[in-house]
């Protein structure tokens, strides 16, 4: 494995075996000293091209934990602001000899463009709508700690489809792995062409929950609102919202999850967020342990390494 | 014996096929008493003792070691376990992953580990192991038993407690478990 771009580049088996590794990096996490040398001397490069706080802080805190350097590119204090191209400022880091770029950038295919152009490894830390798969991966983690397997489970995703990268990867990987995956969202909110994805569609939340064994929820960009594709959250949070009246829909044994960063009271009450049914704090922690165990698999041995396990 | 898929054993893949037998279990159960006796008579009995097997091979031998040693001291050894892919020295030289569980139940700090290998080669996973200790606490003291002492050394390491010494050529492989110690060579699938 050279670079992550996408779930679809790991299928089942890729997937299974990076979280064969997490449980590894889950235990070094936990350690006195949560630090291994593993990747000793190698440099991990964050390239955000977009506002982000968990997800580059979680790469970054992966890769210290593995022993390597870290370099961070922000916006806001980097060259782009002199008008630097995408593609000398990739060129650029690779010269210096970076080993991977961790990408986030606000138009889709971004990381796939700039994997042509480096010698690095590439991760796609979210592009565009499109993906971000090492969300997919630690909630695939997180599920399988909760409820031991995704096979056969029933998975709702709540809420703005359309312009969420974490809905598009997680579809892919709940669904690889067994999963019967449902979307819930109003129709202005939901992807065209949805008969191609191995979904079932709902626009009715309360008859969805009783059935399912993980509820996702979706932040809803509060930008949506200006572009009249709801409403008003007020409108949106009766209908879609995970209220604390509504949780209680939810079976005994089910989870709530959330990809952070979240509006609360918008598409989740506070007080479902902070309950026992709630593994948010999980999916942050084991973010960190699947970010390393995709870094040591791409930059551990000459890339070649199996990722089968074993 | 049934032959063995051995992954990480150098070249790396391939089906243990034996060609003679060293030690049969009786033979393993009498070495790994005689260890036992030894590690009481050097620490003075188990008090702060940890027992910790290397992922795989040493783990089913450190086992059976606490075992002998509780049998014949009446009192409990913590046993650990230690998976030391993330400290070996080759990875970048070929793909390392981890085998198994790294679970190590009691603080190290001031405490006599006895770790357990199988087979001691180059001295480079023990190596590896001492490195990966050390993130665990800072142990009194560090013994290392293995059931073969096979030579081919690469670095300055000895063991304690050797269960057979046994010289060997660089290219054959030796097979290890509680149902006995084989000598053979790795076939490639």
Known sequence: MRHLLSIADLGRVGIEGVLRLTDSFVEVSARRIPKV???????????????STRTRVSF????????????????????????????????????????????????????????????????????????????ALLDCYTISERLGTLQDKRIAIVGDIKHSRVARSNVLAFSLLGAEVTLVGPK????????????EVSSDLDAVLPKVDVAYLLRLQSERQTEALIPSLREYTATYGLTRDRARLLRDEAIVMHAGPMNRG??????????????ITRQVANGVAVRMAVLYLLLSGDGEAPIDGG | MAERERRVTPPYGGVFVPRSQVLDADGVG???????????ERNSGVDDLVVVGLQTGGVPLAERLADELERIEGSEVPVGTLDVAFYRDDIGLRPVLPEAATEIPVDLGGRTVVLVDDVLFT????????????DFGRPRAV???????????????????????????????????????HIGELVKR
Do not use: C
Not at chain 1, 63 to 72: E, I, P
Not at chain 1, 103 to 123: D, I, L, T
Not at chain 2, 157 to 175: A, H, M, Q, S, W
């Open chain 2, 143 to 181: 013994q290392l038993a293995v059931m073969v002492d096979r030579g081919h050394r690469e670095l300055p390491i000895r063991p304690d407690y050797v269960g057979k010494n046994l010289p060997t050529r660089r290219d054959e492989v030796v097979d290890v478990s509680l149902d006995g110690v």
């Open chain 1, 60 to 135: 970054e805190t992966a890769a210290k934990r593995l022993s390597a350097d870290t370099m961070t590119v922000t916006v806001g204090t980097s060259s782009v602001n002199k008008g630097e191209s995408l593609r000398d400022t990739a060129e650029t880091l690779d010269a210096m000899g970076v080993d991977a770029l961790v990408v986030r950038h606000a138009s889709a295919g971004v990381p796939f463009q700039v994997a042509n152009w480096v010698e690095a490894s590439v991760v796609n830390a979210g592009d565009g709508w499109h993906e971000h798969p090492t969300q």
């Open chain 1, 37 to 51: 040398p593993a990747l000793r001397g190698k440099t991990v490069a964050t390239v955000f091209y977009e506002d």
């Open chain 2, 123 to 134: 001295g480079r996973t023990v190596r590896a192991a001492l490195d990966a200790l050390t």
């Open chain 2, 30 to 40: 009498r070495a790994l008493v005689r260890i036992a006796h030894e590690v009481l």
């Open chain 1, 266 to 279: 918008v598409e989740l009450a506070p007080e479902v967020a902070d309950s026992d049914v709630s593994v």
């Open chain 1, 188 to 199: 202005t909110l939901l992807p065209p062409n949805l008969e191609r994805w191995p979904v």
